[in-house]
T-cell receptor
Framework: DTEVTQTPKHLVMGMTNKKSLKCEQHMGHRAMYWYKQKAKKPPELMFVYSYEKLSINESVPSRFSPECPNSSLLNLHLHALQPEDSALYLC???????????FGPGTRLTVT | GENVEQHPSTLSVQEGDSAVIKCTYSDSASNYFPWYKQELGKGPQLIID?????GEKKDQRIAVTLNKTAKHFSLHITETQPEDSAVYFC??????????FGKGTRLSVIA
């Protein structure tokens, strides 16, 4: 089983809202990732967690706040987003950094 | 850092024909090369991958070849079907560094 699940599937939020995206995997993977994908572009890395510790932050604005409560869960907390933050947000996991990554279906985020 | 170039950006083939997508990478230390297929509204799906100690890998109608000397790798899809229509991304990894993606190829299989 190589399944990564993400909730919600779609999210519409105003610029003053606070919301969270959730990601879960039960493959025993120790690396988890958040990507942002705009239309007709490849996924763009935002954060990497390795063994539940943040190992990479690709200079992401502080209005995006990641959290890894345990080895199976990854959250992305959103606050005061801008319309240009509208995108598909993808979660991925891998056995360890540098190994094959498996992606979830994504959350389609629209900021109004 | 690593840079991955992918060509072509769009590709149309007749059903039953073959499709080839090519990628080049810049970091000679890169050692893992996955290919992802992304259908509309879905997340990328890992379809095949190859490591630097192997020159070719095949899985049914899909194959990947790697030329380490020239620093390029290619995806080959034979007997294409309409359900192969999607965006395909190549990527490269060096050690524990994050995936570096190519810009993607939109493949259309015409029935």
């Amino acid at each position: 089983d190589t399944e990564v699940t993400q909730t919600p599937k779609h999210l519409v939020m105003g610029m003053t809202n606070k919301k969270s995206l959730k990601c879960e995997q039960h493959m025993g993977h120790r690396a988890m990732y958040w990507y942002k994908q705009k239309a007709k572009k490849p996924p763009e890395l935002m954060f990497v967690y390795s063994y539940e510790k943040l190992s990479i932050n690709e200079s992401v604005p502080s209005r995006f706040s990641p959290e890894c409560p345990n080895s199976s869960l990854l959250n992305l907390h959103l606050h005061a987003l801008q319309p240009e933050d509208s995108a598909l947000y993808l979660c991925a996991s891998s056995q360890n950094p540098g190994y094959e990554q498996y992606f979830g279906p994504g959350t389609r985020l629209t900021v109004t | 850092g690593e840079n991955v170039e992918q060509h072509p950006s769009t590709l149309s083939v007749q059903e039953g024909d073959s499709a080839v997508i090519k990628c080049t990478y810049s970091d000679s230390a890169s050692n893992y090369f996955p290919w992802y297929k992304q259908e509309l509204g879905k997340g990328p799906q890992l379809i095949i991958d190859i490591r630097s100690n192997v020159g070719e890998k095949k899985d049914q109608r899909i194959a990947v070849t790697l030329n380490k000397t020239a620093k390029h790798f290619s995806l080959h899809i034979t007997e294409t079907q309409p359900e192969d229509s999607a965006v395909y991304f190549c990527a490269a990894i060096s050690g524990n560094t994050p995936l570096v993606f190519g810009k993607g190829t939109r493949l259309s299989v015409i029935a």
